[in-house]
């Protein structure tokens, strides 16, 4: 079983629709990290989190220390949030490497 | 402040030769990582250097080397290159006192055939 596992793995959703995307993890963590990589392979940092909630524009993303669960939604969406969206987790005692969901791939029709 | 930077960005090697990939942090970043990503096995840690020191490594072999120089600059090597090595290679960048978060560079696309 992945230490991070996310879901769905694909999700086409037409524009203006509110997406869910989901990750749970089962090892201890210092932080959660939701990245946003578009076609060609660059990869940007939206959230880094620990707790609660944060929110940048139309995205949102929680976490659930507890339960070892984080969502990132996106609000109003549209076409340019087409993307593979990638939950990463840090396990602490340092600055130590991610380890990463296999992604969600998101399609948002217009 | 220039991002991370990497080069080259796209390389062609054939299985057996050795690859040197380099890696420029952003301005102030001390702590660079590198990561493969595959279609079959996604991101995968690789190795993560602080000031010209290995402080972390993944499950890689022996082949898949690294190091950093004094200006934080790093390089990543594989020698005796298989199919498999055809990869996406992403360094990322991390500042002194947020360490957890990572910029990532733009990757490296190695092809081995």
């Known amino acids: 079983k992945n230490e991070v596992e996310q879901s769905p793995q694909n999700l086409t959703a037409q524009e203006g629709e509110f997406i869910t995307i989901n990750c749970s993890y089962s090892?201890?963590?210092?932080?959660l990290h939701w990245l946003q990589q578009h076609p060609g392979g660059g990869i940007v940092s939206l959230f880094m989190?620990?707790?609660g909630k944060k929110k940048h524009g139309r995205l949102i993303a929680t976490i659930n220390i507890q339960e070892k669960h984080s969502s990132l939604h996106i609000t109003a969406s549209h076409p340019r949030d087409s993307a593979v969206y990638i939950c990463?987790?840090?396990?602490?005692?340092?600055?130590?490497?991610?380890?990463f969901g296999k992604g969600t791939h998101l399609i948002i029709q217009p | 402040k220039a991002g991370v930077t990497q080069t080259p960005r796209y390389l062609i090697k054939t299985r057996g030769q050795q690859v040197t990939l380099s890696c420029s942090p952003i301005s102030g970043h001390r702590s660079v990582s590198w990561y493969q990503q595959t279609p079959g096995q996604g991101l995968q840690f690789l190795f993560e250097y602080f000031s010209e020191t290995q402080r972390n490594k993944g499950n890689f072999p022996g082949r898949f080397s690294g190091r950093q120089f004094s200006n934080s600059r790093s390089e990543m090597n594989v020698s005796t290159l298989e199919l498999g090595d055809s990869a996406l290679y992403l360094c990322a960048s991390s500042s002194p006192g947020s360490d957890y978060e990572q910029y990532f560079g733009p990757g490296t696309r190695l092809t081995v055939t």
């Open positions: 990463a987790v840090s396990r602490g005692g340092g600055a130590d490497g991610l380890t």
């Open positions: 090892v201890g963590i210092s932080a």
């Open positions: 989190l620990s707790s």
